[in-house]
C-alpha cells in the first residue's frame, strides 16, 4: 500500500486540476492519495468523480492556515463534515482574507519595483485559493526572480521579508478543536520545516497533543534526518500518529507524489478516529 497524505490542486496554489492530481496519483502507483488545498475544499467534488473506477482511495482533507506565538504553521485536517458550519465558517474566513493580502503583496511588490499586477495573479491562480506561491509565479513571468523557490526570500515572500504581508490565520488549539468538532483527525504539517521562517516549540505541540491533535507530518521533504528522528519521538511520547507525505504542488515545486508516504498501519489509526467523512474508494 502506498499511501500520500498531502497534496494540492488548483483548488489553491497547485498547478494540477483535481482531476489532473487524481490521474497523477494513479500513474505514481499510489493506492491512497488525499487532497488537502490550503483553507478550502473547493476541489474535493472533481476529484471524488475523477477517482471511480480507478482503484485509488481518495482521503478528502484540507490544509489550514494558522499561527501561534508569532510563528505561522500548517494543520492539516482530514475526513471532517464539510457540511458543520464552525469549521466551515472558519476556513472561508481564512480564505476570503486571502484576497485582501493577496492584493495588498502584488502591491508591495509593485512599490519594490517589481512589474506584476493583480490582474496577473488572478489569472495565475485562476479559481484558486489565493496564495504566495501564485505571486511568485508572477514575478516568475516579470523576470524578477528564476524560480518559484527564489521568491521565498526576505527581498519579496519569504515570512517577513520586504513584500509579505500577513493573512488572517487561525489559533492552532481552536484549529484542532474545530476539527475534532467536524469529526475530522487534525495532523500538524510539516512542524520542522525551519526554511519557511521560525517554527514552532514542542510545549505548543505537547498543548495540541492535549487540545485533541492526531498526529505530526515527520516524513517530509522539508525535514532533515535529525529533525525527523526528533519528531517520531515526539509524536511517541506525545501518544500521536506519524505521517509522511510529498506535499505536491504540480511543477510549483519539484517533490513528486509519493516522494514520502504514510505507513498502512497509520493510515488505519487514522481512519478509526475519523468521524465526519469516508474515504472514496475509486
Ligand atoms: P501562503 O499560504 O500564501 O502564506 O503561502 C505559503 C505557501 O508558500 C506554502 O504552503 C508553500 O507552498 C509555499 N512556500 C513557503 N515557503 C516556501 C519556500 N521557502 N520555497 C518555496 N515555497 C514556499
Ligand atoms: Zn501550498
Ligand atoms: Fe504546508
Ligand atoms: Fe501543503
Redesign the pocket.
Known amino acids: 500500500m502506498r499511501i500520500d497524505l ?1 497534496a ?1 490542486s488548483n483548488a489553491s496554489d497547485g498547478t494540477d486540476s483535481p482531476a489532473e492530481l487524481v490521474a497523477a496519483a494513479v500513474a505514481a502507483g499510489l493506492d491512497v492519495v488525499a487532497l ?1 488545498d ?1 483553507d478550502t475544499v473547493a476541489g474535493h467534488a472533481e476529484a471524488a468523480e475523477a477517482v471511480r473506477g480507478t482503484g485509488l482511495t481518495l482521503v478528502p482533507g484540507a ?1 489550514l492556515s494558522c499561527h501561534v506565538d508569532g510563528v505561522s504553521m ?1 494543520l ?1 485536517a482530514y475526513l471532517f463534515d464539510l457540511a458543520e458550519p464552525a469549521f466551515a465558517a472558519e476556513r472561508d474566513l481564512v480564505r476570503n482574507d486571502r484576497f485582501r493580502r493577496g492584493r495588498a503583496i502584488v502591491e508591495r511588490c509593485r512599490e519594490l519595483g517589481a512589474p506584476i499586477d493583480w490582474e496577473q495573479v488572478e489569472r495565475i491562480a485562476g479559481a484558486g485559493s489565493v496564495g504566495r506561491p501564485h505571486i511568485a509565479s508572477a514575478l516568475v513571468e516579470a523576470g524578477v526572480v528564476a524560480t518559484v523557490s527564489d521568491a521565498f526570500t526576505a527581498d519579496w515572500l519569504a515570512n517577513g521579508g520586504r513584500a509579505d504581508v500577513r493573512k488572517h490565520e487561525t489559533d492552532p488549539e481552536v484549529a484542532v478543536r474545530l476539527v475534532r468538532a467536524a469529526g475530522g483527525v487534525p495532523v500538524f ?2 512542524p520542522g520545516a525551519v526554511k519557511r521562517g521560525r517554527t514552532v516549540s514542542d510545549e505548543v505541540i505537547a498543548a495540541l497533543a492535549a487540545a485533541g491533535l492526531g498526529g505530526l507530518e515527520v516524513d517530509h521533504i522539508d525535514h532533515d534526518e535529525p529533525t525527523r528522528e526528533h519528531l517520531r519521538g515526539l509524536a511517541e511520547e506525545l501518544g500521536l500518529f506519524a505521517t509522511g507525505s510529498s ?1 505536491y ?1 504540480g511543477h510549483r515545486k519539484t517533490v513528486r507524489l509519493g516522494e514520502h508516504t504514510t505507513d498502512p498501519a497509520v493510515y488505519e489509526e487514522l481512519l478509526a478516529q475519523a468521524r465526519g467523512a469516508e474515504p472514496i474508494r475509486g
Open positions: 498531502h494540492h488537502t490550503h490544509e500548517h492539516l504539517a510539516h506535499d504542488h
